[in-house]
Structure formats: structure tokens, C-alpha cells
């Protein structure tokens, strides 16, 4: 009802509000208790999933409430200022409000033209001035949730399991929510609104370290299966099957969000605006590859049936990069308005995408053709032979894959591969 109310006031949603204080004070109990866990009601930070148990938070602390960014818009918007007899004279009174946000972060709103890149402007997110380390705080409160459903939802005998499949899958729902948030990370900026005599940028990197950071969590906790969530008890009376759908959809959901098209045009302008400060896109799409397919170098290769899964995901997203729909190209590249230049901001892919994914498949095609003689099963070996070809085909549409010879139907070697 207050975020609503808001509104009415003129309010605008304010997502960022979420970011704008310290990770750590997200579960401290007198903090939040005082705060709240989010400056703005305005934000869509509907409840404290950072917090832990030890930290004996109090129920009624754990959901957004108003907070100090909406008392000070509301004064911003609606106080009266003495001797203003037009707009014109309040302004002088109204840019000395608008500088406490340089002390106060969590004064600050949205930024403008930030087109999607301040990895702290996030909807459904809490905590995120560290999304890593909020997440992970998440996801231990996701197992403990996991442990729990089946008697939160078994409550009357003779009812159906209607609600246990539906619990089930807003918990996925929701460790696909928090995943996405640390991949914005990404290619990101730290942003602050600023106008003509505030001292500083509008757009600061977000600092290596932290995007490199970001892509080793997501290696090894979204792109490794999250075993915690199979668990048989809940599946086999929810469903006979759809497990690995449910995994796949989940993860192809937080990949597509890290190789987006604009999220790689920014790091491919970043590094060539802020050199070695910047996150190398080639560092970037080496350690995705790398760990998405870390089975390779194993002195025995097998892959179980929710990482070949997740390995085709890859092939796609790759292979709608390198051979794009006609649609798609035309819509990554469009052309400038007449008299120059184009507009802000542009997101259109960039145009190193394509050779630099095509040069990351051909080092894969080298790691699996290493890794085949290497197969632990039968299914492994069939899986990387199947990606071989499938790699050859992306790179040449136009590839068939040899015919098996005589010698290859009775299990010697044959063929050109």
C-alpha cells in the first residue's frame, strides 16, 4: 500500500535504492531494524532473503517498510521553500538537497542513460552492493528452504501435491532470480546521477576483480548442477519426469543473461576506453568456456546427463552469435538516422562478437578432439562426438559430417576425424 501510495506522490520505482547500502548491514539486525533493508519502498526488494538465522533478525524487519530515501524525496518534492516565488528560485535550494546524496548513498535514484549496465540498479534484488556475496547468503537460505518442503506443504492429509510442485518451482524461480542478479555484475558500471559542478564521473567501472569474481562464482555454483535441488523425495511425487528441463531452463536462463550481446559490446568498449583496468572480453569468454567444459581435462572425461544439457546450451547461444537470423542481424546492426550520428547509448552488438566467439569454438573443437579417446562411457563419447560435429557445423553451415566407414562400424578408427 505505501509503494502505491508513492505513486500517487509522483514517485518513480527506484531498484537501485537496493544497492545503496553496505552488503554486510543487509543482515545486521540493529541496522536493519533502524534502516530497513532497503532505503526506498519505491524498490522492489520485497524481502530479506540475505538475512541468516543467526543473525535473530525480527520477523517484522525482514519485509521493505518506508525508508529514509522516501522521507527525503517526499521533502524534496513537497516542502515549501521560504521567499520561492517561482520555480527558477527554488533551484539554488533544491541542488543543495540533491548534493546529500554524494555522502548518503542511499539517497540516490536510477540513473539515467545507465542502459542497463549498474549491476545495482536491479529489480527483486537485496544486498546487491556485493551480489556475490549476497547470493550466497541467498542460496544457503534456498537449501535450508529445500529441506523444508515437504512438510510446509504436507499439512492435511487426502490433498494433492499441487503445492509442493508449485513451492518447488518458485524455489528454482527464485535461485534463477538471484544468479541473474550477480551476472549483471558483468561488464558493469557503479553509477551515480550528477549534474554541472559535482565533482567526478557519472560512470565508474566496476572494478575487475569484482566482474572476474562474479564469473567464478557463476562457473561454480549456476553452470555446476545444484544438486541440493534434485532431491527424489519431491520429484518422484510431483512429476515422472522434467528434473533436467527444470535445471536446463534455469540455467540457460542466468547464461543467456551473462553472454548478452550488450553486456559483451560493453566490455569490448571498455577495454579499448580503459585498457588494463577494464575486464578483458577475451579473459571473459575463455573462463566461461573453460568452465562450462572443465570436464575436458580430466584424465577420464565423463559427462553426466545435466552437464551435456548445459554444454548444448552453450553450442546455441553460440551458434545464434556466430550465424544470427537474418532478423536478428539486421536488428544488431541498424543503420544511423539520416545527418550523422546514431543515437545514446547504443546496445547493438558489437561487431567483434562473431570472430571472437568463432576463435573460442575453435579452441573447444581442439579440447574435444582431445578429450574423446579419453571417454569414460558410452554416453560421454557419444555426447563429445556429437558437439564435435556440431561445432563444425556452426562454423560451416554448410559441413556434413563424414559418413561412418566400414572400420568405424566395427569399432576400429575411421573417417576423416
Known sequence: MCHEVGHTLGFQHNMKASSEYPADKIHDKDFVHQMGHTPSIMDYSRFNYVAQPEDHIDP??????????????THWGYAPIPGAQTADDEKATLNKWSREQDDKPYLRFSTANSAGSDPGDETEAVGDADAVKSTALGMKNLQRV??????????????????????????????QLE???????????????????QEG????????????????????????????????????????????????????????????????????????????????????????????????????????????TLQHTYLDLVNAKVNPPATAAAAAFPQAPEGGRGGRGGASASTDEKPMYRAELRALAVSVNAAIPKAADHETKAHLEGVRDEIA???????????????????GRGGIW
Open 179 to 197: 544468479m541473474g542478479h550477480v551476472a549483471q555484475i558483468v561488464g558493469g558500471f557503479n553509477s551515480q546521477e550528477k549534474v554541472v559542478g
Open 201 to 308: 564521473r557519472i560512470f565508474v567501472l566496476v572494478p575487475k576483480i569484482r566482474q572476474e569474481e562474479a564469473v567464478k562464482y557463476l562457473v561454480d555454483n549456476a553452470f555446476t548442477t545444484p544438486l541440493w535441488v534434485l532431491d527424489p523425495e519431491i520429484l518422484r511425487r510431483i512429476e515422472a519426469v522434467g528434473a533436467i528441463d527444470r535445471i536446463h531452463n534455469a540455467q540457460r536462463s542466468v547464461m543467456t543473461a551473462l553472454l548478452n550481446s550488450a553486456r559483451f559490446s560493453r566490455l569490448i568498449e571498455e577495454e579499448a576506453i580503459d585498457g588494463s583496468a577494464a575486464y578483458s572480453p577475451t579473459e571473459f569468454l575463455a573462463t566461461v568456456r573453460k568452465g562450462i567444459w572443465k570436464e575436458l581435462d580430466a584424465p577420464q572425461v565423463k559427462v553426466d546427463a545435466y552437464r551435456r
Open 146 to 175: 529445500a529441506k523444508m518442503l515437504m512438510s510446509a506443504t504436507a499439512y492435511k492429509d487426502g490433498e494433492t501435491y499441487e503445492d509442493l510442485a508449485e513451492v518447488y518451482g518458485r524455489m528454482l524461480s527464485q535461485w
Open 60 to 73: 517484522e524487519d525482514l519485509i521493505p517498510r518506508i525508508g529514509p530515501y522516501d522521507i527525503w524525496a
Open 393 to 411: 557445423k556452426i562454423l560451416d553451415p554448410k559441413f556434413l559430417p563424414p559418413a561412418p566407414t566400414a572400420a568405424a562400424a566395427g569399432g
